[in-house]
């Protein structure tokens, strides 16, 4: 069952003290029962901050170790806050806003916790799209229009996946799931296997007659050939992405970190719909415990995204979906 704050309010009252974030870290990272992750003996007894020992054989672990909160020193009510803070600003949320909304003393704090939340944003072993899927790739970044399939200097290539639900959907909700991905150039290889990680075989997959697209049918797909400016979802997504990187990070997204922010996007698009945040902040502690630690000295390059300190968060529900 899934069990989440359904307001501030609830939120402030759940989780005011360690003790009800480690219970609540328990109840979603050991649903049945805790396991010695040594010998797998299930009498454990529970010491203090979320320290447990196993009765067998002695080990202690923590219900922290292993996850996105491992070895951490700061509270786990200011990791709540945050993971509260991030899933409730519906377009995103910067690192001085991060910052300002818990109290720390240090943006390079925020800033670091932001990208480890990313990290845990795309869920392993997620399902792949299915049904009609359409599929365009987008550079990002640079100032020049780059030459497709080349590749251009200061770019990122983007593919983009969404589901086409307009057949089923009826009420003019035609847009599914998506994914994005960093890909090194639009060839068929990587176009390939773009493909085949992110779209379940037996798939319709609609592209324009780019010939990096060519081979798809040779890899159990069916492949729908339409012109270029009949891309419309997947074009929709792709301005939607522009404007959000824009807006919420005004741009300043170094390629360094744009698979990240790829990730952020795909994370809120894929729940946009949700009518609970409560939702959101339960998924994403969810998977910051199923995330490996992320070692802040492995998170660099803050200073060339330094510059999106502040934003105008852009909304969403602009948008015809
Ligand atoms: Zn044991």
Redesign the pocket.
């Known amino acids: 069952m899934e069990d989440f704050p359904i307001d501030l309010a609830d939120f402030r009252n759940r989780f005011s003290t360690e003790e009800a974030c480690i219970d609540y870290l328990i109840s979603l990272r050991w649903p049945d029962g805790i396991v010695?992750p040594?010998?797998g003996?299930s009498q454990i007894r529970r010491t203090t901050r979320g320290l447990f020992e196993?009765k067998?054989?002695l080990?202690q672990t923590s219900v922290t170790a292993g996850t996105l909160f491992h070895n951490t020193r700061k509270p786990l009510r200011l990791w709540f806050e945050a993971m509260w803070h991030i899933t409730n600003q519906k377009y995103g949320a910067n690192a001085l806003g991060l910052q300002r909304a818990l109290g720390l003393g240090s943006y390079h704090t925020a800033w670091k916790w932001l990208h480890k939340f990313r990290r845990a944003m795309v869920r392993p072993g997620r399902d792949n799209l299915s049904g009609v899927v359409e599929i365009e790739e987008t550079y990002i970044g640079g100032k020049s229009s780059g030459k497709r399939g080349r590749g251009a200097e200061n770019k990122c290539l983007v593919a983009v996946a969404v589901e086409d639900k307009s057949q089923i959907s009826p009420t003019g909700k035609g847009i599914g799931r998506i994914r994005l991905k960093l890909i090194p150039d639009a060839s068929a290889d990587s176009l390939n296997v773009f493909v085949q990680e992110h779209i379940e075989q037996g798939s319709n997959i609609r592209t324009d007659g780019w010939t990096g697209y060519q081979t798809i049918p040779t890899l159990g797909y069916k492949h729908t050939v339409v012109g270029s400016k009949e891309l419309n979802i997947a074009h929709l997504t792709i301005s939607l992405l522009k404007r959000w990187l824009l807006g919420t990070y005004q741009g300043a997204v170094s390629s360094v970190h744009l698979a990240y922010y790829l990730d952020e996007f795909t994370f809120r698009f894929n729940r946009r719909t949700s009518q609970s945040r409560g939702k959101l902040f339960y998924r994403l502690v969810q998977q910051s415990l199923l995330s490996d630690p992320v070692p802040g000295r492995k998170i660099t390059g803050a200073n060339a995204d330094i510059q999106a300190a502040t934003g105008n968060a852009w909304e969403l529900h602009d948008i015809p979906f």
Request: charged share 25%; glycine share 0%; proline share 0%.
């Open positions: 010695c040594m010998c003996s196993c067998d054989c080990r």
